[in-house]
């Protein structure tokens, strides 16, 4: 019996909200300065927005209106954002991260899009209501050898029966639980508070994969949390299909002031009829793997161009 769970949440969740903050901020600086350092975080709730967070940019963006064009007029904005640390900008002057971290890239043959079964049936679902119904809410499934077995959907605005003939047709499940604290028209920011970053799990593989702990959102290509959890997902997505395995794990450490990675784990790669193969990932790998034109490279990125999305974490808010 193998028995896996995750789950999902829409764009007007508050958390999410957040992570849209933190993520229109960066883009706007970026877009008017590419060398923008940038490290935002957001949190909200019941008319305030807070931002907060070190940024280091020619670009003069106005936070307050980008904001309030986001969740509307009425919310206070307050924001208390300063320059980049120096101790910390000379190490990425030197072309190295811009702080230590650890990130974890996966890839499985489970699904098309190389992900876990039950990531992308809550992943989907989640994104199949939220046409209809775009409001905040979340899904959650859980699978037991390959199959649903349990899906549970709770979304704002929204009429139980209705929602559960949708889902219903979305997903095959022997369980239903739809709404299953009742029908709720108050949500999103007026209902519960948000923070960016706090949905880490979500915006990586769900709970049965390790995540590395540093979140996404409101970040520059220098940091690595962000860079270098896409770089690990190429590099897994590549070996899955060069080693047509079943599935490959890496994971990746970065020390803060320094190009290249130092490996804290080997890489894992599970091949039907082979089982578990494991390998370090040195020094040397880094400088072969960087001479193949469709894998990843290690170091932190110089512009927001050299960041290629990878097919998994955080392409649907």
């Not at 064009?69 to 811009?98: C, H, M, P, W």
């Not at 996404?216 to 899955?240: E, N, P, Q, W």
């Not at 039907?272 to 990932?281: D, E």
């Amino acid at each position: 019996m193998n028995i896996k769970t995750a789950e999902f949440v829409s764009p007007k969740h508050p958390d999410k909200m957040c992570d849209v903050l933190v993520d229109t901020l960066l883009d706007e600086y970026v877009k008017k300065d590419p060398a923008s350092r940038v490290a935002l975080e957001a949190v909200g709730g019941h008319g305030q927005i807070t931002i907060s967070g070190e940024v280091t940019s020619n670009a003069d963006v106005d936070i307050v209106n980008i904001v309030k064009g986001l969740v509307g007029q009425n919310y206070e904005v307050r924001t208390f954002v300063a320059k980049q640390s120096r101790y910390i900008g000379r190490g990425v002057d030197a072309g190295g991260a811009g702080d230590q971290g650890i990130m974890m890239g996966y890839a499985t043959r489970e699904t098309k899009s190389y992900m876990p079964l039950e990531y992308e049936l809550a992943r989907d679902l989640c994104r199949k209501i939220y046409e209809k119904y775009p409001y905040d809410g979340k899904t959650q499934v859980t699978v037991e050898d390959g199959k649903a077995k349990v899906v549970v959907a709770s979304f704002q605005n929204t009429k139980t029966l209705e929602l559960e003939k949708l889902v219903r047709e979305i997903i095959r499940a022997d369980e239903y639980l739809i709404n299953p604290a009742g029908e709720w028209p108050v949500g999103g920011f007026e209902a519960d508070s948000g923070l960016s970053g706090r949905k880490i799990v979500i915006d990586n593989y769900g709970p049965e994969i390790g995540v590395g702990g540093g979140s996404f959102s409101g970040k520059d290509y220098t940091k690595v949390d962000r860079s270098g959890a896409y770089m690990a997902r190429r590099i897994a997505v590549d070996y899955l299909e060069k080693f047509n395995a079943e599935k490959v794990r890496v994971k990746l450490a970065y020390a803060i002031g320094k190009k290249d990675p130092r490996a804290t784990e080997p890489f894992e790669i599970d091949k039907a009829g082979f089982g578990a193969m494991s390998a370090w990932i040195t020094v040397d790998d880094i400088a072969k793997i960087k001479k193949n034109k469709t894998a990843a490279q290690f170091r932190p990125p110089r512009s927001p161009s050299k960041i290629e999305a990878p097919r998994g974490p955080k392409i649907c808010g």
